[in-house]
């Protein structure tokens, strides 16, 4: 159900690129928020509630307390399935024109890729990641409700790509990883959704290809380069000098 909303979703929007591709989507959200607010059969503002877990093999995704450990393996397992596939699919035919569309989309289609074709594919395949997610998010707690699809939600995942790169997918995960748990540990206070409206703001603005990516950051690592080669030769003639 997911990949077949997608495809509709996806056919008209795909015309827009990056950033705005993800404000699209975002909308779409705001959309889908104030349907299942007011749809009595989802719920409304309660949700669904009494989710049975969900089992995978001899263990079981769930909140129970027993099941914490085995669910955190569970979720890394997901992750790393995910993320093989992604590589797969970059280093594939497919990839490859995927990451020529990145480069310069007109580009692409000189060179004869259906450019239309491939990323409406991409917006059904990254759906379908998404809709994963959210089924075992949704055993994980064993309810599901509005506050699960708000438009800061939306903002917070959008921020955590955008932080890592749109198309660095270990800076994604590495920057998933770290402002999760800064968040979740509560280092941003009654502030958290203020702070991941900022970081994408700041990084729409100033780093559109992700902090990891960022001309400072390279202009850096080229100066520890070129000051580790002035220090090398420095040392290496220490000991001629001294005899």
Not at 99 to 118: F, L, P, V
Not at 174 to 179: D, R
Not at 184 to 195: I, K
Request: overall charge positive; charged content about 15%.
């Amino acid at each position: 159900m997911t990949a077949a909303i997608a495809l509709i979703i996806g056919i008209p929007v795909i015309r827009l690129r990056g950033h705005y591709l993800a404000m699209a989507t975002l909308g779409f959200g705001l959309i889908i928020y104030r349907i299942v607010l007011g749809t009595g059969f989802l719920g409304e503002a309660d949700g669904i509630t009494g989710v049975p877990g969900f089992p995978v093999l001899t263990l079981e995704v769930s909140g129970a307390l027993s099941k914490r450990i085995p669910n955190y393996y569970i979720a890394w397992i997901l992750v790393l399935l995910g993320m093989l596939l992604a590589m797969n699919l970059i280093q594939s035919r497919v990839g490859r024109a995927l990451r020529s569309i990145h480069g310069s989309e007109q580009a692409a289609k000189a060179m004869g890729i259906d450019t239309a074709r491939y990323k409406l594919g991409t917006f059904v395949l990254s759906a379908v990641f998404a809709a994963v997610g959210g089924v075992f998010l949704t055993h994980y707690n064993g309810s599901i409700g509005p506050s699960e699809v708000t438009g800061i939600k939306s903002v917070r995942y959008v921020a955590i790509v955008a932080v890592g790169g749109m198309d660095n997918l270990w800076g994604s995960l590495l920057m998933g990883i770290l402002l999760n748990f800064l968040s979740l540990r509560g280092y941003f206070g009654s502030y958290d959704d203020a702070v991941f409206a900022g970081i994408l703001l700041v990084i729409m603005l100033f780093f559109p290809d992700g902090l990891l990516r960022a001309p400072a950051l390279r202009n850096l690592s080229v100066l520890r380069q070129r000051l580790a080669a002035i220090i090398r030769p420095s040392r290496s003639q220490e000991p001629a000098d001294g005899g």
